[in-house]
């Protein structure tokens, strides 16, 4: 299964489905479809979530902070990771955090999907529609 994307052009928001197996060439050709489809937006939201992933048996440090430096400088944009605590793919996000930090106004991991929502959501109005909306 691939990455899915989910872009609102309007709204400047992209909400990402991570399949449960990813691996170093997935997540890249995912980071280099996103600097394609995203190019010249600085000021995008997006929400990852990871909650699904559960092979990461592909998936190196090397491999996710490559991609974290290659991801496309987008200085105003937020990124939110939704991901389980205490997990592998936790640590890797934190890994991509690390390396992508400087390429974005802020880079957040959560656990809870409410509060990820709450935090990349542009007012009440468009938290009550992803919360109504987004299947976590």
Same mark, same amino acid.
């Given at each position: ?8 052009? #309007? ?14 060439? =997935? *997540? ?13 937006? #600085? ?11 559960? #092979? ?8 996710? +902070?490559?991609?974290? =430096? ?22 890797? =996000? *934190? ?17 809870? +999907?409410?509060?990820? *929502?709450?935090?990349? +959501? =542009? ?14």
């Amino acid at each position: 299964m691939e990455i899915i994307r989910q872009y609102d052009q #309007d709204k400047k928001l992209m909400v990402v489905h991570f399949p449960a197996v990813v691996t170093d060439a =997935s *997540l890249l050709q995912f980071i280099r479809a996103l600097n394609t489809q995203v190019e010249g937006i #600085d000021d995008l939201r997006q929400l990852s979530i990871c909650t699904g992933i559960k #092979d990461v048996s592909q998936l190196t440090f090397d491999g996710v +902070a490559q991609c974290a =430096s290659d991801e496309n400088s987008r200085h105003e944009s937020k990124l939110a990771i939704l991901v389980a605590n205490e997990s592998i793919v936790h640590v890797f =996000s *934190l890994t991509y955090k690390y390396f992508a930090n400087w390429k974005r106004k802020e880079i957040r991991l959560f656990s809870r +999907a409410r509060d990820a *929502l709450k935090w990349i +959501a =542009s007012d009440e109005n468009e938290f009550a529609i992803l919360n109504n909306k987004l299947v976590i």
